[in-house]
């Protein structure tokens, strides 16, 4: 079955290291979106990627850093600049055209230890 | 910038129940809207997808409809289940393409037996 894989399930960072969170679907999508999701607060969206080797800051991109080289994948990685990190981190992806729905993963919830 | 405003933030009703959840934007130029079902700790799963040129969707018992001069969805749940207890999340996109999904801050629905 075509999917989003969103690994690892939980991730414990340390102060001051960046994490990389995995994305990989195998639905043929061409766009790819993360988003952050903190209690009491609706998901707000980090970076998004319409085609490989292009992307673009969302709304609150400050500490993270992506990358498209290949349709399949797109990693976020958070980066020590992110000062608050804890929080459930979501990964989507849309198909072209106007007539696809978002299909999400089943996150990685990151915790700062 | 688009804003999603979701009411009521909770409800609990007893099995069997008719239910209606709703949903609103301040930009009601909106262009796909979709609403997730979010359980605890886990990913989000599509429910019904309204594309621009429709203004109603239907799933088994759920029914959703959207009012794009006023921006408001409702999400109807007919006969409700202890099964559909979760956090309900509509979102939409905007700017004439299906990109950058905003989304509300959900309504968390218990459904007693």
């Known amino acids: 079955d075509g999917g989003i894989t969103q690994s690892p399930k939980y991730l414990f960072r340390k102060e001051g290291q960046n994490v990389t969170l995995s994305c990989e679907q195998n639905l043929n999508h061409d766009a790819m979106y993360w988003y952050r999701q903190d209690p009491g607060q609706g998901l707000r969206l980090i970076y998004y990627s319409q085609i490989v080797n292009d992307f673009q800051k969302g709304d609150i991109a400050e500490g993270y850093s992506v990358s498209r080289e290949k349709k399949e994948s797109f990693p976020l990685t958070v980066t020590s600049a992110q000062k608050n990190p804890t929080a459930f981190y979501l990964c989507a992806s849309t198909g072209t055209g106007d007539n696809y729905g978002y299909t999400f993963g089943s996150g990685t919830r990151l915790t700062v230890v | 910038k688009q804003e999603v405003t979701q009411i009521p933030a909770a409800l609990s009703v007893p099995e069997g129940e008719n239910l209606v959840l709703n949903c609103s934007f301040t930009d009601s130029a909106i262009y796909n809207l979709q609403w997730f079902r979010q359980d605890p700790g886990k990913g989000l799963t599509s429910l019904l997808l309204?594309?621009?040129?429709?203004r109603e969707q239907t799933s088994g018992r759920l029914n959703a409809s959207l009012d794009k001069s006023s921006g408001r969805s409702t999400l109807y749940i007919a006969a409700s289940q202890p099964g559909d207890s979760a956090t309900y999340l509509c979102?939409?996109?905007?700017?004439?393409?299906?990109?950058?999904?905003?989304f509300g801050k959900g309504t968390l629905l218990t459904v007693n037996p």
């Open positions: 309204i594309q621009s040129s429709q």
């Open positions: 979102a939409g996109s905007g700017g004439g393409s299906n990109y950058k999904l905003t």
